[in-house]
T-cell receptor, first 113, second 117 residues
Framework: NAGVTQTPKFRVLKTGQSMTLLCAQD?????MYWYRQDPGMGLRLIHY???????AKGEVPDGYNVSRLKKQNFLLGLESAAPSQTSVYFC????????????FGEGSRLTVL | AQSVTQLGSHVSVSEGALVLLRCNYS??????LFWYVQYPNQGLQLLLK??????LVKGINGFEAEFKKSETSFHLTKPSAHMSDAAEYFC???????????????FGRGTQLTVWP
């Protein structure tokens, strides 16, 4: 029972490089989310998706792009990484609505030099 | 608009002591409220949630929280702390209206709980 799986778990990038974080869930959830976690800032929503083929912006979308081509996968891309994007990134999924529980991956730690 | 304020970024208690983590929310509609816990190097997991009905909600590991509408609060408590409770705790609020906030949670900044032996 994998739940939500994020790859890679660790990555070091140089400024200007690009990369993609992959999130996969095996719970057939409609909703998927990408958050970033920074010390003292809690979790901030980057982008989210309410179903296959749909995406929407969250609180801090600048510098990131996402795609949801398959229901079980949600990709987060950084086209030109900046040091300000050094963070721990969490993917989550859920059944949606306002009473549902979110299931989180274990996080991906990204460092941009 | 929805928002969450967690009072105290760090709380320290002795093992066996009462745990009290404070959360106040702001919501323009009836809120759904959550507490999540994050253990070191792990993702968040749901501790408990309030949707409707009984205002005292019980969660896992002996935690409970009470929804107080008049105080716009949802404080988390545990009568007796255990070493294994050391973690970061996040309060969150969800909107119950439809629209652009559909399906979103708004998290507080978190409270780090330290438990001393």
């Amino acid at each position: 029972n994998a739940g939500v799986t994020q790859t890679p778990k660790f990555r070091v990038l140089k400024t200007g490089q690009s990369m993609t974080l992959l999130c996969a869930q095996d719970m057939n959830h409609e909703y998927m989310y990408w958050y970033r976690q920074d010390p003292g800032m809690g979790l901030r929503l980057i982008h989210y998706s309410v179903g296959e083929g749909t995406t929407a912006k969250g609180e801090v979308p600048d510098g990131y792009n996402v795609s949801r081509l398959k229901k079980q996968n949600f990709l987060l891309g950084l086209e030109s990484a900046a040091p300000s994007q050094t963070s721990v990134y969490f993917c989550a999924s859920g059944q949606g609505g306002f009473t549902g529980e979110l299931f989180f991956g274990e996080g991906s730690r990204l460092t941009v030099l | 608009a929805q928002s969450v304020t967690q009072l105290g970024s760090h709380v320290s208690v002795s093992e066996g002591a009462l745990v009290l983590l404070r959360c106040n929310y702001s919501s323009s509609v009836p809120p759904y409220l959550f507490w999540y816990v994050q253990y070191p190097n792990q993702g968040l997991q749901l501790l408990l949630k309030y949707t409707t009905g009984a205002t005292l909600v019980k969660g896992i590991n002996g935690f409970e929280a009470e929804f107080k509408k008049s105080e716009t609060s949802f404080h988390l408590t545990k009568p007796s702390a255990h070493m294994s409770d050391a973690a970061e705790y996040f309060c969150a609020v969800s909107a119950s209206d439809r629209g652009s906030t559909l399906g979103r949670l708004y998290f507080g900044r978190g409270t780090q709980l330290t438990v001393w032996p």
